[in-house]
């Protein structure tokens, strides 16, 4: 199921759910209910498990036009794992693991042909500004995430610079 059809679907049963637990809320609240077989509860949970259903459908449609594997990009895959494991991206992808290995091994995703790091301390925090975290912004830049480590350390970063977003306090001083 494409996204877009995913999305709007995980929508209309969320909109569900929130009416059953606002009637619900009139009546008593929906944690603490102890009428047997409620008919909101057990219209909530059978949503909740549409709803999970819907989500855990990643892979493309039958008939569905699925890009090759050669057009994807590098930003794209580390956008992807912000939410997805490499399972479920090849699922996405409609790809087999060699063939995404071997994607990932050309992009220098992994492997020891791994590319020089090439980034300046602005450029470095601009990423993390744009909520990049250290594995993301070594794996846009082709490099391991221990390179991006050094590189912390060769500026004296602290370690603990936020992942959701660079916060100018968190320098050592």
């Known amino acids: 199921m494409n996204r ?3 999305r709007a679907k995980s929508i209309e049963v969320l909109k569900q759910i929130n009416f ?6 009139q009546v008593r609240g929906f944690v603490s209910c102890s009428i047997k077989d409620c008919k909101q509860c057990m219209g909530i949970m059978e949503l909740s498990k549409k709803l999970t259903e819907i989500q855990s459908d990643i892979g493309p449609d039958k008939g569905e036009f699925v890009p090759d594997i050669s057009s994807r990009t590098v930003e794209e895959y580390v956008a ?16 087999e693991l060699p063939e995404f290995t071997k994607w990932k091994k ?5 492997g020891s042909k791994r590319n ?3 980034l300046t301390l602005q450029e ?3 990423y993390k500004e744009r909520g990049e975290t250290d594995e993301n ?5 082709g490099v391991s995430h221990g390179a991006i480590s050094k590189f ?3 500026f004296n970063l602290k370690a603990t610079i936020k992942d959701f977003g660079f916060e100018r306090k968190q320098w050592n001083s």
Not at 137 to 141: D, K, S, T
């Open 124 to 126: 470095y925090l601009d």
């Open 4 to 6: 877009e059809k995913r």
């Open 152 to 154: 912390k350390e060769k």
């Open 80 to 95: 992807l794992c912000s939410t997805w494991d490499d399972k479920e991206i090849m699922v996405m992808w409609g790809v």
């Open 106 to 110: 050309q992009k220098n995703l992994i």
């Open 20 to 25: 059953l637990l606002d009637q619900h809320k």
């Open 116 to 118: 020089k790091l090439k």
């Open 137 to 141: 912004i070594a794996a846009l830049c």
